[in-house]
């Protein structure tokens, strides 16, 4: 999973001149109502005088937000699904050119002729590739970067959810859309929270991925917020308190006895093939969770920072509930 893992670093932005000719945006002087709009994303700060017309977004995350919105006709391309997008936006997602099954190259980038690209992980922007968000800049294309992976000293909550749908709404001019959404996502919070009451926490385990060592949650992410939400106690939340995910040893995993796992699926790698994997590792044998056949399951794109937030919590609530 060598792409999850260069995700999650700091992605290093040199600037880098375009080499592609691509349309450029209509020169007006303007503004669209509720306009002129100033946000500083990851230290970035942009000034829209209307909202983006041609945006392209990167990762999958990243794309269900602006569906969530309502902006599919704002959408000039999509690349890279971690995993199906949700039912509800299969048909406006179908109207939406994908540009590459992974991330576009440059190239194929600027000729979708995108006045703002979206990205949901840092690896959006790789400089090596080309499509640093210096690089757009110089080609007059503005950008954003998911806040979960803007270099930060704080851990990301539900807060930083919400500040996410709330400044791609302003950014889009469909800010009434965005606290709707909010509110409702509040409400779900709060419902899974009353429920939850008087619970015990549960000792989780984060399984993405791994072999010889255990590529699991840690606790600046969003995805140590849900587990937590949800009456979970994340066992590796201390240990790697400064990322979003990182790798444990087995011998931790068996010291720190978690009562249930929860598998990330996506990939080529099966949840049944995952399972598999736990329960056949002799090491493994004294975990209660794997003794007692304890698994939860959410899919990767649940465990970002996304507006599938809310409803994983409430999912892997139920789950633990249920192994409890």
């Known amino acids: 999973m060598l792409w999850r893992r260069a995700a999650l670093a700091a992605a290093l932005l040199f600037p880098l001149a375009a080499c592609t000719t691509r349309p450029q945006p209509e020169a007006t002087g303007a503004t669209a109502p509720g306009f002129p709009y100033t946000v500083t994303n990851c230290g970035v700060r942009t000034t829209f005088t209307a909202p983006p017309k041609r945006a392209v977004t990167m990762n999958q995350h990243a794309t269900e937000v602006m569906l969530e919105l309502g902006l599919a006709k704002s959408l000039a391309g999509t690349a ?20 590459a099954a992974e991330y576009p190259s440059y190239e194929k980038l600027l000729a979708a002729g995108p006045d703002y690209v979206y990205g949901g992980y840092a690896s959006a922007f790789a400089a090596g590739e080309g499509r640093s968000r210096e690089a757009l ?62 619970r015990e926490p549960v000792p989780v385990f984060v399984y993405d991925s791994g072999d010889k060592t255990a590529f699991t949650a840690g606790g600046k992410g969003i995805g140590n917020d849900i587990v937590t939400r949800a009456g979970g106690r994340n066992i590796f939340a201390d240990d790697l308190k400064t990322a979003s995910f990182g790798d444990a ?52 794109s649940d465990m970002v920072t996304g507006v599938r937030a809310p409803d994983a919590v409430a999912k892997l609530a139920a789950q633990l509930g249920a192994g409890a």
Not at 86 to 96: D, Q, T
């Open 80 to 99: 890279y699904l971690d995993d199906k997008v949700l039912p509800k936006y299969e048909a406006a997602y179908r109207s939406v050119p994908v540009l």
């Open 137 to 198: 800049a110089k080609s007059g294309i503005k950008s954003r970067l998911n806040v979960e992976n803007c270099p930060r000293a704080d851990a990301t909550t539900m807060d930083d959810v919400y500040e996410e749908v709330t400044e791609v709404g302003r950014t889009f001019g469909v800010p009434e859309r965005a606290q709707t959404w909010i509110r409702s996502a509040q409400e779900a919070n709060e419902r899974t929270r009353t429920a939850l009451s008087g």
């Open 249 to 300: 040893s087995w011998e931790d995993v068996v010291a720190r006895a978690p009562k249930t796992i929860l598998i990330l699926d996506y990939g080529g790698t099966s949840v049944e093939a995952k399972k598999k994997r736990l329960r056949d590792d002799p090491a493994l044998a004294s975990v209660p969770a794997v003794k007692n056949n304890s698994f939860a399951v959410l899919a990767l």
